[in-house]
């Protein structure tokens, strides 16, 4: 959520970071709303002043033996009731007014970062480094696409799967259950070891949980809710995992804050049209490995590189190719101010794709959930800076293993650093 006091001082300033977007926003409506809102709280602090003035007059005047039923009493009484009934008009006008300023404001997405990169679209994103081109192989084009390649093999079943559920979900079998199992035990030992705190999360959250993070009202049709209990499906472990801290006052003591959480994530909408409908790379129910962070303002961009090489160690690890990519403010998530984007290499579809979105917030969340720090030793609080990335997408990473680690004679090779959670090398 965006600053009101920010909009307020210089709405010309923010509309035109806001315009980097190209998104069409417009805060006029809640500069005017603010403008009426401030109106009435003049008004309703200037009548509250002349009631209270009114009451020290009669006070006074009675103190002086002045008598209660004067006409003189009367007539302030009378004036003070005025006031009274006037305060008790304006007040719930005052409240309907902040409501719509703050309905708005959940509708408008951050803020690009000054060193977010102008574009329209993804195809002006800019690559920043890319990884392992000597692990491609030299064939992709002649390697099976993972979904054929697994379900030959017998690890990957999508038929069964819409069976009992409906498209776009999977069912592991065998060695292909174990290649999710080991993956997941491997990113969750790789994170602690690099300094983040493992928490197991609810996979269902409340409203105000979503609407903390920000897929709340934008994203609602896209998420799977439990309507009877006000419960949603997480879309990711971000949601719960930032809102452990929601309506908090943290010591700065306290930060840096690091966590990493093994989740399934649930998403109503599952990509384009006609896109990705078949394999692993755009299903309703996925698992997923999350890097949350809750840092000083003061190292927010120190510690977003390095949630980004977090995720990137993982890729190294497995030795699967990517690139990362800096998304330019037409691709940035309503959300964001910053955001990477790992790509690993998929020789199916010929090219880098999404494994993973790392992205910094600044204090667009906390505001939304009330999530400040405070000090040592100060007075007042701040707001949290907070981050996340996936740490990765699971299935996406299985996806990029069973292709480019395909071998002549139809079996899968096993990273390395995979074979002693497997006990075996090939698939």
Known sequence: MLDIKKIRENPTAMQAQLDRRQGGFSLQPIVELDKQQKAIEATRS??????????KTVGEKMQAKVAPNSPEILALKEQGTQFKQQLSELEPQEKEIQQQIYNLLLQIPNIPSAST??????AENVEVRRWGDEYIPANSAELLPHWEIGEKIGILNFERSAKIAQSRFVTLFGAGAALERALISFMLDRQTKAGYTEVSPPALVNSASLTATGQLPKFAE?????????????????????NLYRGEILDSSQLPIWHCAYTPCFRREAGSAGRDTRGLIRLHQFNKIELVKFVHPDTSEDEHQKLVKDAEAILEALQLPYRTM???????????????????WLPSAGKYREISSCSNFYDFQARRADLRFREVGKKGTQFIHTLNGSGLAVGRTMAAIIENYQQPDGSIGIPQVLQSYLGRETL
Not at 50 to 55: A, W
Not at 117 to 122: F, R, T
């Open 46 to 55: 200037e009548l509250q002043a002349r009631s209270n003035e009114i009451g």
């Open 117 to 122: 990169p102008d574009g329209a679209s993804e």
């Open 222 to 242: 896209e998420s799977f809710r439990c309507a009877e209990d006000d419960l949603w499906l997480i879309p990711t472990a971000e949601v719960p995992v930032t």
């Open 326 to 344: 800096e998304l330019c403010t037409g691709d940035l998530g309503a959300n964001a101010a910053k955001c990477y984007d790992l790509e690993v």
